[in-house]
């Protein structure tokens, strides 16, 4: 990846491969199995949904009613298993950059652009040279193999958030974002309240193009402005309010 050794791969390993595609089909089978034996006890409650399916399912033969409900269970847990795989995140650092991939797409981000590495929640960020979110990736990966790697190929790693302090409370009309950037916000409150994690996703990506790193907690959105974006004239200017941690 460098031409210095070989890099670090830190991902969830065969462990987690065997638990998604061992452990989940099995558990599928299982409560499939169970579902089916049991249609009958379902079919007669009466707050039960589909009943109509379960009373069916009682109709049939034993033990194919079994083995039926077995079988599409565990075609369940291997579904549940392919998004699970082509949703994990594999971090392979280097000296020179680190590369993320998940789900078959490749994406490269070089050393010199990188200011500070750290975990936030769930969460693997990367700030640029203007304090701006190079990649927020959410995983399951131990932090401590995540520190490791980045230290191990001397990379600016953070115990937390540097700029955690600066970050505000959203509330509609604040002063002191950039144009448009209250409109974007109140659209992401919508998507998030709505679930869309895909369209909170993109209006993320809108906000950073405005100079507007957000960090969530919960379904609340807190802000802070980059070295770069435009910032408010002094009339408009209100003191900050405490972080997401209380501070």
């Not at 990846?1 to 089909?25: C, H, K, N, Q, S």
């Not at 490269?108 to 652009?113: C, G, H, I, L, M």
Request: glycine share 14%; aromatic share 6%.
């Amino acid at each position: 990846m460098d031409g210095y050794g070989a890099p670090t791969v830190v991902d969830g390993g065969a462990a987690e491969l065997a638990v998604l595609w061992g452990g989940i089909p099995a558990l599928g089978a299982g409560a499939g199995w169970l579902l089916a034996t049991g249609a009958g006890w379902i079919a007669g409650l009466p707050w039960a949904p589909v009943q109509g399916l379960f009373k069916l399912l009682d109709g049939l033969p034993d033990p194919q009613v079994g083995i039926g409900g077995a079988a599409v269970g565990t075609l369940g847990g291997l579904l549940v298993a392919t998004v699970g795989t082509a949703e994990r995140l594999a971090v392979t650092v280097g000296t020179e950059r680190v590369g993320l991939r998940r789900d078959r797409v490749d994406r490269n981000v070089e050393r010199r652009s990188v200011r500070a590495v750290f975990v936030d929640g769930k969460d693997l960020v990367l700030l640029g040279p203007d304090d701006e979110e190079l990649v927020r990736e959410r995983s399951d990966l131990a932090v401590d193999r995540l520190r490791a790697a980045f230290q191990a190929y001397g990379w600016p790693w953070a115990e937390g958030d540097p700029h955690r302090d600066a970050y505000r409370r959203w509330v509609p009309d604040l002063p002191g974002l950039p144009t448009g950037a209250d409109a974007l916000l109140r659209a992401r409150q919508r998507a998030l309240d709505a679930d869309k994690g895909g369209e909170a996703r993109e209006l993320r990506g809108e906000l950073a193009r405005s100079g507007v790193v957000i960090r969530d907690d919960g379904k609340r959105q807190y802000w802070r402005l980059t070295r770069a974006a435009p910032r408010p004239r002094p009339e408009d200017a209100t003191s900050p309010e405490p972080g997401v941690d209380g501070r």
